[in-house]
């Protein structure tokens, strides 16, 4: 996303906010759908033979799976980013959860990343690798990596990544000011 105002940000000129999308998620989101359909659909018009017992372990199953697949995949459809004067806020999925704030006073640097894929974090969402450090990665392609002053590094894939990396680093100036970047 191109640097933007909503409109309730109007009395704040300096919010900048992005957002990443992953079409992949709303296909999962399907498959998801389509096993508690599934599970429904034997709980419904169950012609069984065999006994009550598979049959309740069936459409336990497949509603379940599907719940966890719905769910798993919609919290992960879509990255909001939004970064003020004190801080950056990360938001997953249409209710923003899982939700990250990190202050600014706590970033060092953000640099851009081109190439940023769900197979070198070990899949889509909110990841976590000792090597590496921690990410949400929603779709493939361009992201930010902030780099934090306790040696962490957090990497949040975002459309117009650089746009983001820009107003990071001039917020960081006029935070703290006399620290090479």
């Known amino acids: 996303m191109r640097e933007h105002r909503h409109a ?26 389509a096993c508690m359909a599934l599970g429904i659909e034997l709980a419904v018009d169950s012609a069984w033979t065999s006994g009550i017992a598979p049959l309740v372990m069936s459409v336990v199953g497949c509603i379940a799976a599907g719940l966890l697949v719905l769910f798993g995949t919609l919290a992960f459809v879509h990255v909001d980013l939004r970064l003020d004067k004190e801080s950056l806020e990360v938001r997953c999925g249409h209710i923003g959860v899982p939700r990250r704030r990190i202050p600014l006073s706590e970033v060092a640097g953000a640099d851009f990343a081109p190439h940023v894929t769900p197979c070198h974090w070990g899949g889509w969402g909110y990841r976590w690798r000792p090597e590496k450090g921690t990410a949400v990665v ?8 902030l780099r934090l002053w306790d040696g962490h590094t957090f990497t949040i894939t975002v459309d117009d990544a650089e ?19």
């Open 8 to 33: 309730e940000d109007a009395a704040h000129p300096d919010v900048w906010t992005g957002r990443a999308t992953s079409r992949v998620q709303w296909l999962l989101a399907l498959v998801g759908a």
């Open 138 to 145: 929603v779709r493939r392609g361009e992201g930010i990596v």
């Open 163 to 181: 746009s983001a990396v820009r107003a990071i680093r001039s917020r960081l100036r006029t935070t703290t000011p006399g620290t090479a970047r």
